[in-house]
């Protein structure tokens, strides 16, 4: 049961979390990390730019 609702949500978060950054257009992890951490679709490089506030 608990596997039906993980594939599921790991569906719809699929298209989300596909870790392109919306900034420069690459791929890597961790924009799927800043994306839930932060709400925004950023790499690591691209969210320190971005991002005035440390974590
Ligand atoms: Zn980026």
Excluded: A, Q, W, Y
């Amino acid at each position: 049961m608990i596997d039906d609702i993980d594939d599921k949500n790991l569906k719809l978060d699929s298209e989300e979390l596909n870790n392109i950054c919306e900034e420069c257009k690459e791929e890597d992890e961790s924009v799927t990390h800043n994306l839930i951490l932060t709400g925004f679709k950023l790499c690591k490089s691209c969210r320190v730019s971005k991002t005035i506030f440390p974590l």
